[in-house]
């Protein structure tokens, strides 16, 4: 039987009270320090060394609960238009990973396909001050102790999503503020895609900030068992309600237990 269980609580506490070496893959988007109103209880607005310091903290977790072959998949920003900021975020979290031990493997491109056309241009054809806006998102992949998982069995992704992964160009799209409920609405296609390529079915999957619960649903329809974290009440509620909105749709029978706190 397939285990998804949602765990209500501040994503580092939560990560400290989980036991080492347990998941196969901690694939997740943290947060982007942009001002996005998760609710009272995240502040998405922090100076920025403040917020890598934050980020240190919980990779350092992620990093102690995976597998030694386990593998780390982390979605965020690879260009920003904030004054505040002067580099990369992606490309230094990159270098906050490779601190706590993490080894690279790859960088991957998110193309949301539902994204509209931009128009926000500065300096409409001119070199005065053109804006460099990107729509393309970085997934981040890196890995513990050894990339080569030490167990084997059937995959499971089909042969044009393989190829499409491992192009480095991953095309998903997401849904809408208004349709998920969310205001940073993750894309299931996204998690699909990691999930079948870097996971075996039965594997564990982590998400430290599952938001409505996306990375959870995909495991779930992809028979790998999930702990998804997060901080907001009325997130992990509706994550409880997808999650039994899929079981009773699903081919097979959910057989998880109530956490305290919160969770399926």
Known sequence: MVEAKIIQGDAIEVLKSLPSNKF????????????????????DKREWELYYDWSREWIGE??????????FGLVHYLSLGDARHREAPLLRLERTAAD??????????WNDSTLSKRTAWGSYCSPSA?????????????????????????GDISKRDFAMATSGLWNAATVGRSE???????????????????????DWVLDPFVGSGTTCVAAKRNRRNSIGIEIEPKYVEMTKERLKFLVTRSWDRYDGKVDKGGGL
Do not use: M
């Not at 706590?100 to 491109?109: P, Q």
């Not at 998920?180 to 039965?202: C, D, N, R, V």
């Open 24 to 43: 196969h893959l901690c694939f997740t988007s943290p947060p982007y320090n942009v001002g996005i109103d998760y609710g009272a209880l995240v502040d």
């Open 62 to 71: 992620v990093f102690r609960v995976l597998r030694p072959d386990g593998r």
């Open 100 to 109: 706590v031990g993490f080894r690279h493997h790859g960088l991957a491109i």
């Open 130 to 154: 053109p804006y460099i806006n990107s729509p393309f998102e970085g997934v981040l992949i890196s890995y513990k102790s050894q990339w080569k998982k030490r167990d084997h069995g059937p």
């Open 180 to 202: 998920s409920g969310h205001p940073a609405p993750f894309s299931e296609g996204l998690a699909k895609i990691a999930i079948q390529l870097l996971t075996y079915p039965g």
